[in-house]
């Protein structure tokens, strides 16, 4: 090892010590990436063998569809029980028509 002490104390690393450090600092390095990467790919390896991710979906899905169903269905009811002669009602049919007949085109 080549270390020497300066007039104030301080010590100065030779070349051979510097490299040992450097190569300490880059096997750490080395290790946690390669850590990092079997940990990533055991995240991975989890989340698809415990069908986590089609489980999500499939609450997603049915969370969309019972919301969706829900507003139709409580819409067609509350038209159902509103008078069909007044003012809203026809508002409701004009606006039908005239979605049905943006979809269709000209």
């Given at each position: 090892?080549?270390?020497?002490?300066?007039?104030?104390?301080?010590?100065?690393h030779?070349?051979?010590?510097?490299?040992?450090?450097?190569?300490?600092?880059a096997n750490a390095v080395r290790d946690a990436s390669r850590?990092?990467?079997?940990?990533?790919?055991?995240?991975?390896?989890a989340v698809v063998e415990t069908g986590l991710i089609r489980s999500v979906s499939r609450v997603t899905?049915?969370?969309?569809?019972?919301?969706?169903?829900?507003i139709v269905y409580t819409t067609?009811?509350?038209?159902?029980?509103?008078?069909?002669?007044?003012?809203v009602m026809d508002g409701f049919k004009d606006g039908a028509r005239a979605a049905r007949d943006s979809l269709e085109g000209p």
């Open positions: 090892m080549n270390v020497s002490t300066t007039a104030t104390g301080r010590r100065i030779g070349e051979d010590t510097d490299d040992q450090v450097m190569d300490s600092v850590s990092a990467k079997e940990h990533a790919n055991a995240v991975k390896n899905y049915t969370g969309a569809y019972a919301i969706a169903f829900g067609v009811f509350v038209t159902q029980l509103l008078p069909q002669d007044n003012p």
